[in-house]
């Protein structure tokens, strides 16, 4: 696994679109808070926060034109 491997910022993108792409992302990202490495997690809800971000950025700028 890439967490083993120490390549946390990989693992942080595959994990970061499986939640994107889940029905269920509050409950996945419970799953991953209870058995990731605290600053794997951290990293995790970062990368959430900037798609986010990025997303409402676009969103705004489509609403605008």
């Known amino acids: 696994s890439l967490i083993f491997a ?3 910022e990989q693992a942080v993108k595959h994990l970061t ?3 994107v792409v889940c029905g269920q ?3 996945l990202l419970q799953v991953f808070h209870s058995t990731l490495p605290e600053h794997v997690f951290q990293m995790l809800v970062e990368s959430l ?3 986010q971000s990025t997303t409402m950025q676009v969103s705004l700028i489509m609403f605008v034109k």
């Open 6 to 8: 120490g390549e946390f």
């Open 25 to 27: 992302p509050q409950q």
């Open 49 to 51: 926060n900037s798609i």
């Open 17 to 19: 679109n499986a939640v």
